[in-house]
């Protein structure tokens, strides 16, 4: 292998249009590649740049062609940050890492993003003769700033001793731990409170889904009024509400007909 300073002087040998020489001298002092490595493999990776919000799912793909004929050859991949070089690893479920040999090809897929995964990507595709580094991909998440509260039904009419449910989705983080969701009740005098009192309801939560119900057992006339999710993310003081749901709820003109199917 040649000096780092040889590799380094020549960038554009490396077949990587890269335009930043420090990610070419990376390439070449920690993967050990040979000065004529771009005659033996040339990497495709695309796209150049993503920019996502925070939660969503990127995926960036490599395909090389060989000028050989190549059997054996291994791919890498690695992330620049605040100028810290680490190589990326599949040991979460977040992370996917696959190829194809047939294609010769291998993609690297980030579920449910956060902040933290932007920076450049880096494939490196190798062969026994030395490694040869993609073209990178600049990976910019852009932090929440609107968890876009959706909330149904509108409204809903109903008789005594019925149960009625209302649905809340959002947009969700990464670390959901510090997320929560409340549900408030505004009377038929539109004050607010709040509702605790397990006995009376159903409450679901599934923060991975962007998820929330809450269902009013045998209801009666006091529980006409509006009500309205909150989601919140207690670490941004970032919250937002739902458009709320009106309910009505109906005494029985003839109570006996009132009764739990």
């Not at 002087?9 to 771009?38: D, T, Y």
């Not at 494939?123 to 580094?133: E, Q, Y």
Request: charged residues 20%; proline residues 3%; contains cysteine.
């Amino acid at each position: 292998m040649g000096s780092a300073g040889g590799l380094c002087s020549s960038p554009k040998a490396w077949g990587c249009g890269w335009n930043v020489v420090r990610l070419l001298c990376f390439a070449a002092i920690s993967w050990g590649a040979a000065e004529n490595i771009a005659a033996v493999i040339v990497v495709n990776q695309t796209p150049p740049s993503i920019r996502a919000m925070e939660g969503s799912e990127f995926t960036i793909e490599c395909s090389f062609t060989t000028r050989n004929n190549l059997t054996k050859w291994f791919a890498e991949w690695y992330k620049i940050r605040n100028n810290v070089t680490a190589k990326v690893n599949n040991v979460t479920d977040r992370i996917i890492l696959s190829a194809d040999t047939e294609k010769r090809s291998l993609s690297l897929t980030v579920k449910k993003a956060d902040v933290t995964d932007s920076g450049s990507y880096i494939c490196g595709l190798g062969s026994k003769d030395g490694t040869s580094p993609g073209t990178g991909t600049e990976v910019t998440i852009d932090e929440i700033t609107d968890l876009m509260v959706n909330q149904t039904p509108t409204s809903v009419s109903d008789l005594e001793r019925s149960e009625l449910t209302m649905n809340c989705t959002y947009k969700t983080v990464n670390n959901h731990s510090p997320m929560y969701v409340r549900w408030y009740n505004y009377g038929t005098e539109g004050l607010k409170q709040e509702l605790v009192k397990e006995s009376d309801m159903i409450r679901m939560l599934h923060l991975d889904n962007g998820f929330a119900s809450l269902t009013l057992k045998n209801v009666n006339s006091s529980n006409t009024g509006t009500y309205m999710c909150e989601v919140g993310i207690t670490a941004r003081n970032l919250s937002g509400n739902g458009t709320g749901t009106q309910v009505t709820i109906s005494k029985c003109q003839q109570p006996h007909t009132c009764f739990l199917l």
